[in-house]
């Protein structure tokens, strides 16, 4: 039973518009969410992480929104560049576990 | 490199046959964890290791998949008798922390095994 869904497979943005990809989880237990970011044939890189004491955190262009009593969290990323473009993975834990939740994925394109 | 590195990167085998694949991880992470991605699906945990401790195995989907890890070194997951569903990308990651607030793991590229 997936605990990370992320319900849009593919969403596609103009250069320099805003990229809203969302995520929801069912485990009300996780409490450290992270995105990842994953081009062709390479393995995923960490992008972006918060902590359930919060409800945003920005870096740069990337803003990822946690709202708890939705299980609900985005990412946002603004202005979007053609070099987003890739699938990006939503992940969730729970503290003290060894193990990282992971959705389906997003692929995202932006055109230029 | 620096960052980790798995080989093969391809691996085609025959039903029935058993599979080694190997991860080295970045030099001083003590935490490795084998995920799986099959076509369309998230990634899927199957192991993790961290130091000298126990490794929580709770993921490995049978008795065929097993792992080992040599201190805080290279590690090869071993999949018996293949079958057709064990067809995916097996992907490594290291990092330098423990599970609390594992946060940022570092991948390789991963290992795609495709099973006929």
């Known amino acids: 039973d997936q605990q990370v869904k992320q319900n849009s497979p593919s969403l596609s943005v103009q250069e320099g518009r805003i990229s809203i990809l969302n995520c929801d989880y069912t485990?009300?237990?996780?409490?450290?969410f992270l995105w990842y970011k994953k081009y062709p044939a390479e393995g995923p890189t960490f992008l972006i992480s918060?902590?359930?004491?919060?409800d945003k955190n920005e870096d740069g262009r990337f803003t990822v929104f946690l709202n708890k009593s939705a299980k609900h969290l985005s990412l946002h990323i603004v202005p979007s560049q053609p070099g987003d473009s890739a699938v990006y993975f939503c992940a969730s834990q729970e503290t003290g576990a060894n193990n990282l939740f992971f959705g389906t994925g997003t692929r995202l394109t932006v055109i230029p | 490199g620096a960052g980790v590195s798995q080989s093969p990167s391809n691996k085609v085998t025959e039903k029935g046959k058993d599979v080694e694949l190997r991860c080295d991880p970045i030099s001083g992470h003590t935490a490795l964890y084998w995920y799986r991605q099959r076509l369309g699906q998230g990634l899927e945990f199957l192991i993790y290791?961290?130091?000298?401790?126990?490794?929580?195995k709770s993921g490995l989907p049978s008795d065929r998949f097993s792992a080992e890890r040599t201190g805080e070194s290279v590690s090869t997951l071993t999949i018996q008798r293949t079958q057709q569903e064990d067809s995916a990308v097996y992907l490594c990651?290291?990092?330098?922390?423990?599970?609390?607030?594992?946060?940022?793991?570092?991948f390789g590229e991963g290992s795609r095994l495709t099973v006929l």
């Open positions: 990651a290291s990092s330098p922390r423990g599970t609390i607030n594992t946060g940022e793991l570092f």
């Open positions: 918060i902590s359930s004491i919060k």
């Open positions: 485990n009300s237990m996780f409490d450290y």
């Open positions: 290791f961290q130091g000298n401790s126990a490794p929580d």
